[in-house]
């Protein structure tokens, strides 16, 4: 079971029986003939589609009977939007996810544990790459990056306003300010410290997302793009709205929850996909273009980060809640039944997904 991406310009999907048929046009610049896939509609759970590619309403009829969403994103890998099955029939966890949603209280524990997990897995990415090199600045962004932990953690709302503060300020909005402003700093000692994992200089000075300055940027965007549709696809499966977050604000069209969910994952998943194409040269500067000042993949450096990000996601780890061994594909669904089982008050603690 996996995602399928189209990635070919001017393709077609159709539905054939139990099958989906792509049919690829010729493409004489990369000098490749028309040619035709068929996928079996039980192997696939996800269809991500970029750019010019058209489904039929058959093949997209079938999809969504069973229950497999649809992203659209630009030629570029800028999410356009979903195409999705209707939400599960349990209203009530949908119901108490906005009981908490408006708990101050409730909020800022959800958005700490996000928060905290991020963080926590940020350290040991700079930690396990600094266990032979000995490195200076990578190991004083993960001491600040431990300061900073211990802030987020440390901080407490109790019957409306944040211990040890001044009780005349409206707390709350504090409180979320506070939080978001350690994310940042601590997100900022840690692509501070980035440049130093990479083995060659990719021009890589800070994250830079809208447009990406170079190609290191591209790529963390791409990822970034395809772990949140794998994410908003677990969260419509588990039932959840993911459009009602408690990091992220809930805003119009944006998967809130999905980009709270997926903060332990960032650097696991994607940041681990981009450190390993570029050390071990499995991209080069070739799968690289700049179009006024913004940096994408070529089409064939988007298929190989493509394939490398799914054997990422079907990686099987020790999962660090319940023990066993799963994929991280896996894990991320199981991350998202952990937030709804918090917010049903089947859990008294939800420990978000960290590795040591």
Not at 25 to 48: F, N
Not at 152 to 181: F, H, K, N, W, Y
Not at 227 to 255: C, E, M
Not at 261 to 283: K, Q
Request: include cysteine; charge should be positive; aromatic fraction near 8%.
């Amino acid at each position: 079971m996996a995602t399928l991406y189209l990635t070919d310009p001017r393709s077609l999907v159709k539905k054939d029986a139990e099958t989906l048929v792509v049919q690829i046009p010729a493409d004489e610049r990369a000098g490749t003939e028309k040619r035709q896939v068929r996928v079996p509609l039980i192997k696939v759970t996800q269809v991500v589609v970029y750019g010019d590619v058209t489904l039929t309403g058959g093949a997209l009829a079938a999809l969504l009977e069973r229950g497999v969403d649809v992203c659209f994103c630009s030629q570029f890998g800028q999410f356009r939007g979903r195409l999705a099955p209707p939400l599960s029939k349990n209203s009530l966890i949908r119901l108490e996810q906005h009981r908490a949603h408006n708990d101050p209280a409730r909020t800022l524990a959800l958005a700490q544990s996000f928060v905290g997990g991020k963080l926590r897995n940020m350290r040991a990415m700079l930690l396990r790459a600094n266990r032979k090199r000995e490195d200076g600045e990578l190991a004083a962004a993960a001491e600040s990056l431990r300061r900073v932990i211990e802030q987020v953690e440390a901080l407490r709302l109790t019957d409306g306003i944040i211990e040890g503060a001044d009780p005349s300020r409206p707390q709350a909005g504090t409180a979320m300010g506070t939080l978001q402003g350690l994310e940042g700093a601590g997100t900022a000692f840690y692509f501070g410290a980035f440049a130093r994992l990479l083995k060659e200089d990719w021009g890589f000075q800070k994250r830079q997302r809208r447009p990406p300055r170079d190609p290191v940027n591209a790529l963390l965007s791409f990822g970034y793009v395809l772990l949140t549709n794998q994410v908003a696809s677990a969260v419509s499966i588990v039932g959840l709205d993911p459009y009602v977050g408690f990091l992220h604000s809930s805003q119009f069209g944006k998967p809130a929850l999905a980009l709270d969910a997926m903060e332990p994952f960032r650097p696991l998943i994607v940041d681990s996909v981009v450190l390993t194409m570029l050390n071990t040269g499995m991209l080069g500067r070739n799968d690289f273009r700049e179009e006024l000042g913004a940096w994408h993949l070529t089409d064939a450096g988007r298929r190989s980060f493509l394939q490398k990000f799914e054997e990422r996601l079907d990686t099987e780890i020790e999962h660090p809640v319940f023990g066993y061994k799963a994929t991280y594909r896996r894990s991320l669904e199981l991350e998202v039944r952990l937030v709804a089982k918090w917010l049903a008050g089947e859990i008294d603690e939800y420990r978000p997904f960290v590795v040591r």
